[in-house]
């Protein structure tokens, strides 16, 4: 019984191995070795991921200690800034929603008799209707999502465009994470594939594309002017990459901005199609934000694309190919735990949509719970429903402290000395521009790290506020930014942050 | 406003470029057009996934057909035997389940007056305990997953195995196809890295193999003797491999095995465990049918790991990596659309975790309800817990059917001509041996596909009973198998399978 089975193998008898290493260069390995990380997939290894790096990492640690050890800190929690997690932090789900879906995870509550006193009548016949077209939440639905949902999603796109939808367009998704992943891996074809990406941007792109051994092609957002994107730049970063050998496949737009907290204008949204179509470039909209706004006005480059496609006559927006991303995470809905979102396909080939079918079906479905919850967001109680009261009620609160927390945040950090921040438009983030004094940079260099980290760290070590160094997003090289969500309950925080930067500026000014 | 914003492209004036077609050649393209399925990943077009290929894809269009036009087909129903999904079929969600997942959902159901009289007293209890820790369900968790759902998970294993378990060890996954994908994605550096993979094997392995770019290495199960592995022929298939330049770095086993219900002895786990050992091959244990056992004993890989490490001193089994994967998907658990698994990492050296992490990471999370679910499985009602009775009867009752049907397909298999099954041993699928006549191997030739696909055409067409064809799995060259589930509910369905196939042997023979 459990015998040695084979024999201890004479390593040197084995030929070393040549390995790519995925610069062009190989290297030499024995073959027969426990793992490290130097024999992994180099483009996973090449991959960064800030939102939950080095300082959220760190600040992990200090909320260990502070179990641990009390009062061994200078303060007596963290403030998890650092990621877009409302519900880790003040957002109370919408009641609504959660009502529905437990029905939805408990179908015999429909058959008690105290149901009628605990859930008003359109939480029942909601669930019931959901129930009715998905079977068991507990079964594989369609790879492409469930179709009363999906149908729910072009209703929703319908009306917020004034252009029809088709549900067959829509793959409900884990999160818009997902359908990224999928557009990126399947565009990727090499190092010769380019990726469009503003600069700052959520890490998530940066770390896909470099997963995927693709290129990433950083565009610059013009900070002065509230993160706007030039047309007129982007056309020279395209033709710069093409003489360069690499070929732009991909434009992403992140509207509402992350990090920025911009909004994208319809005419520069119009203008970056006309580039796109030029240049058949596939266009993501990262629209995850389009129900946080907080100023001025969120159009889909959908609702564009349209407009374009109707006014234009020649033909010239016909084939533009369009990804439009959507998420249950965000917004106020604020449900990032429970992974639902979809996304549109506009002007695919039908080969290309076959291979997006094809990875959806390997990845069986993404939950459907979240699916079904996907359907309640873009389809919540309207006046007159018995829980439309209710639900508007909490709906005015979570945005009327998000807007109210922006406002504070930007007013406060354009008091700091040498912060300057742009006024929020959307999203949930400040990304602040911090000028360093000389000495702090020539003390980061000291500590072996970046200024930005440097300024992050002190941060969290004497405040306990965990935020994302600018570098984790893309900055202009020598400017030093800060992500910050603005998602932290009270505005204690926030002042502790202006008493910390005061100390900070004391100390290396 | 929304004006042509650049001028049409000079197309000719752009140079053609050369692309990697993925087979070591290259071509020449046009750099601006639509994309087509010719400029997408090659790695991912080379990806099959037949679980959900062709003949369950003609299965939904006749399933759509009999929507429209009732009554045009020779049956009235599509039976879904193509994919592991119980509760698309017969199987019942388990009450405790759904009832603590329900709490989850709207926490606020703790309060109302009536909830005493609908749930019982551990399902609030349980429910409490984990919304102590997870807080709201509608938050990110930690990548790796929540940690008292990680605790619960080391202490089944514990149980289980009698070995420790570390819940540092665990990561919670959206089922257990996230977890392949993240490991294989991890050790693929190219095509000279082999993954060893059973044929007969689940397509998952296939398919994200080949969209890694790696190499798939085959090892042939032996069917005549239920489906066992021989590690002898492992260590001669892992010898080539290596002459031929491809180093297996993962061994992939399935057990209970996917598609040939087969389960592995202790004995020959310890071999294969030795082999590893001896190449330094790091190996995946996909466990996800370890409850489905209707004949012999599951025994863990894990278990065996820590039995050989007691027992020999030498240390020839100490560095010995594996990765053992579990889910919510089967099992009398059987809740495939919510998306809950988990991966036990032993062994592993400290910088290919970080790596994992970092995957981990990117993806955020699971989905926190799934989390909660694993959490439930590992640790159900216990005698004595007000809904053990319940709890226990549906077991009993989702097992018993199972069983049944499990033999009844079997000895059904048996009696038709030229067909020959192996006596499942565990997992939720059949995987007969079709010795189809000449004339029906001529006959599917002039339709242009292959013998079992033909076979499994015909089936659909003339019962609507959906299989998948064993090519999609791998079999010896020159047999024909097919894989079916044992899920659906009733018994008529096999009847009118044999009756089927004796007009096809008498048409065919």
């Given amino acids: 019984m459990l015998p040695k089975a084979v024999e201890p193998l004479q390593f040197e008898s084995l030929p070393q ?29 090449n991959a960064k991921y800030a939102v939950r790096g080095r300082i959220p990492m760190e600040a992990e640690k200090l909320k260990h200690q502070l179990v641990e050890h009390p009062g061994s800190l200078p303060f007596d929690k963290i403030i998890n800034a650092n990621i877009g997690n409302p519900q880790q932090l003040d957002q109370k789900p919408l009641t609504f929603y959660r009502r529905v879906l437990s029905v939805l995870e408990d179908p015999e509550l429909i058959e008690t008799a105290e149901i009628a006193s605990i859930f008003p009548a359109d939480v029942i016949s909601r669930a019931k209707e959901l129930l009715k077209s998905i079977g068991s939440i507990g079964a594989y639905s369609h790879s492409q999502g469930v179709k009363i949902v999906r149908d729910a999603v072009a209703n929703y796109i319908t009306r917020r465009d004034g252009f029809p939808a088709d549900a067959d367009d829509i793959f ?14 399947l565009l990727a074809t090499g190092p010769e594939t380019g990726f469009l990406i503003p600069i700052p941007q959520y890490p998530l792109y940066t770390a896909t594309i470099a997963m995927n051994n693709a290129t990433a092609v950083p565009y610059y957002l013009n900070e002065d002017d509230d993160w706007s994107i030039d047309p007129t730049e982007l056309v020279r970063v395209i033709e710069n990459s093409i003489a360069e050998g690499v070929i732009p496949r991909c434009l992403v737009l992140i509207n509402p901005g992350n990090p920025t907290g911009a909004i994208l204008k ?18 993501i909209a990262d629209e995850v934000y389009q129900e946080n706004v907080y100023r001025g006005e969120f159009v889909s480059v959908k609702k564009v694309l349209r407009k374009l496609q109707s006014s234009d006559k020649s033909g010239y927006y016909d084939d533009v190919q369009l990804a439009s991303l959507h998420s249950t995470s965000k917004g106020l809905t604020g ?17 290309v949509r076959a291979q997006i079918n094809k990875l959806a079906s390997i990845s069986l479905c993404g939950p459907v719970t979240a699916q079904a919850l996907v359907s309640l967001m873009v389809n919540p109680p309207k006046p007159g429903d018995a829980s439309y009261p209710l639900d508007h009620q909490q709906r005015e609160k979570v945005y009327g402290d998000l807007l109210k927390r922006a406002h504070l945040l930007f007013s406060s950090f354009n008091e700091m000395e040498g912060v300057s921040c742009q ?3 959307g999203a949930m983030y400040c990304f602040p521009r911090f000028d360093l004094p000389e000495k702090a940079v020539l003390e980061s260099q000291r500590a072996g790290v970046a200024p930005d980290v440097f300024y992050c760290e002190q941060l969290l070590l004497h405040t306990g506020i965990c935020t994302v160094p600018g570098s984790g997003f893309g900055q202009v090289e020598g400017t030093y930014h800060v992500r910050t ?20 500026m004391a100390t290396y000014r």
Same sequence: chains 1, 2.
């Fill in 17 to 45: 191995v040549s390995l790519e290493t995925g610069n062009g260069k190989t290297k030499s390995v024995a073959p027969l070795h426990k793992l490290t990380d130097a024999d992994l997939n180099p483009f996973i290894l």
């Fill in 172 to 185: 409900l998704t884990a999160g818009a994470s997902t359908a990224v992943s999928y557009l990126l891996e």
């Fill in 266 to 283: 319809e005419d520069d949204i119009a203008e970056l199609l006309g580039v796109a179509a030029k240049y058949s470039i596939f266009v």
């Fill in 335 to 351: 449900e990032c735990g429970q992974r639902g979102g979809y996304m549109e396909l506009i002007g695919l080939d039908p080969s």
């Fill in 423 to 425: 006024n929020p438009m």
């Fill in 485 to 504: 969500t603005f998602l932290a309950p009270g505005t204690d925080w926030i002042e502790q942050w202006k008493t910390f930067h005061a100390e900070f």
